[in-house]
C-alpha cells in the first residue's frame, strides 16, 4: 500500500510569489490535515479537509489556504510569500473518523523564499 | 501557536543507555501521542495512548498518559544507533482524529558513539 506522497519535495521561491503544494492521501483516507514544521514555531496545525470539506483551521492568516478535491487528493496554497513562510509543510492522511494511529505523515515539501 | 512543553530539549548518550523525556501542557488532552522524525521524513507515530494513567509499550520503547491528562512520558531501552533522531509528543482533545494535533517542542536524541 502507497504511503501519503508530497509533491514537489523542494521548492525555493522568491517574496510575492505564490506556491501551491499536492498531497495525495493513502488510498481510501478520507481525511488530510495540513502542518508547517520550522525551527522557531514547531509543528503548527494549519487546516483539516474531510470529503472535500474544511473541517479544522488553525490559526495562520488568509494568505494560506487550502482544498480537497473528489479524490481525496489536497492542495494548499500560500499567496504573497513572505520570507517566514520558508518551512517543511506537511501533510497527513487518515481513514478520517479514526483513531489517531491510523493518521500517517508524509514526508514534506520543504519550501525555501528568498 | 501553541506547543506542548517537551523536555530535555537534547540529549547526548551512549548507546546501551536508558532515555526518558516528557512533556507538559497547561490544558487536558484526550489523546497523547509519540512520533519520531528523521531528516528528509515526516513524523512517524510510536505510540498512542487515549486513556489516562494507560501505560503502553512498543518494543524498547514505554509511553505513560499522565493520570493529571496534562503530561505524558516515553522512555527508551537500551538504546541503539537508530534511535537517533527528534521525539514529538502531540496531544488531541478527542480519540477519533476529529481534532488538530498540537505539538512538543521536540527532543533531539543524539548517540554518542
Known amino acids: 500500500k502507497a504511503g501519503v506522497t508530497q509533491t514537489p519535495r523542494y521548492l525555493i521561491k522568491t517574496r510575492g510569489q505564490q506556491v501551491t503544494l499536492s498531497c495525495s492521501p493513502i488510498s481510501g483516507h478520507r481525511s488530510v490535515s495540513w502542518y508547517q514544521q520550522t525551527p522557531g514555531q514547531g509543528l503548527q496545525f494549519l487546516f483539516e479537509y474531510f470529503s472535500e470539506t474544511q473541517r479544522n483551521k488553525g490559526n495562520f492568516p488568509g494568505r494560506f489556504s487550502g482544498r480537497q478535491f473528489s479524490n481525496s487528493r489536497s492542495e494548499m496554497n500560500v499567496s504573497t510569500l513572505e520570507l517566514g513562510d520558508s518551512a517543511l509543510y506537511l501533510c497527513?492522511?487518515?481513514?478520517?473518523?479514526?483513531?489517531?494511529?491510523?493518521?500517517?505523515f508524509g514526508p514534506g515539501t520543504r519550501l525555501t523564499v528568498l | 501557536g501553541q506547543q506542548l512543553n517537551q523536555s530535555p530539549q537534547s540529549m547526548f548518550i551512549q548507546e546501551g543507555e536508558d532515555v526518558s523525556m516528557n512533556c507538559t501542557s497547561s490544558?487536558?488532552?484526550?489523546?497523547w501521542l509519540w512520533y519520531k522524525q528523521e531528516p528528509g521524513e515526516g513524523p512517524v507515530l510510536l505510540i498512542a495512548l487515549y486513556k489516562a494513567g494507560e501505560l503502553t509499550s512498543n518494543g524498547r520503547l514505554t509511553a505513560q498518559f499522565g493520570i493529571t491528562r496534562k503530561d505524558s512520558f516515553l522512555n527508551i531501552s537500551a538504546s541503539i544507533p537508530s534511535d537517533v533522531g527528534i521525539y514529538f509528543c502531540?496531544?488531541?482533545?478527542?480519540?477519533?482524529?476529529?481534532?488538530?494535533?498540537?505539538f512538543g517542542t521536540g527532543t533531539r536524541l543524539t548517540i554518542i558513539p
Open positions: 502531540a496531544g488531541a482533545h478527542d480519540n477519533f482524529g476529529n481534532e488538530k494535533l498540537t
Open positions: 490544558s487536558i488532552f484526550n489523546t
Open positions: 497527513a492522511s487518515s481513514p478520517g473518523l479514526k483513531p489517531y494511529n491510523e493518521q500517517f
